[in-house]
């Protein structure tokens, strides 16, 4: 069966300024990303892997190139959706894990996975506690991010990122502050996810966690190998 294609980019170019001389942190760059796979982007410090992850995202806007997320097109030509209508193709189309949890301190485990719901939740939202049962996280409904260990910490932004069912899981380097166990452990999760239907696209320097993706893009100098 063919896989859905969820984001496609072409030729994308992220160019900055630097005094006198152009930046080209992402270099024409063109990939899909299917439902169900994962896909991991390596490669050395400053090589251009989390402004091509937050372009694919739509955190940030491409210099050149075209992106089409859900078969729409994005960015391209002279379309560029305005801000109002790219928050929604966020919110309704991303989950989004960083390597910083950025869970609030004052609120508890359900409170922060359900931080989503204040500003949308759709129509097939998950059940925040089928999601803390899938999770591991069924005794931490009550507790504080501090009460909690990394790895801990780690699901319940993972809970978050996918409480409003997100087509596609964009992950920042998921497992940099966890060790070997914990980090195994979000590994299972994420590859868990595929199996029910979601794209995973992680920036990672985990080699165990690159290993276990579908497919693994390495980037140099802005263009991907």
Known sequence: ???????????????????????????????????????AIIGPSGSGKTTLLNMLGCLDNPTSGTLRVGGELVFGGHRELPEGELTLVRRRFYGYVFQKFYLVPTLTVMENIMLPGAFYIGESAWNPRELMRLLGLERREEHLPGELSGGEMQRVAIARALINRPRVMLADEPTGNLDSRRAGEIKDILKGLTEKGVAVLMVTHNLDLAKAADRTLEIRDGKVY
């Open 1 to 39: 069966m063919t896989k859905e294609i969820l984001i496609s980019a072409k030729d994308l170019r992220k160019t900055y300024r630097r005094g006198s001389e152009d930046v080209h942190a992402v270099d024409g760059v063109s990939i899909d990303i299917k439902a169900g796979e994962m896909t």
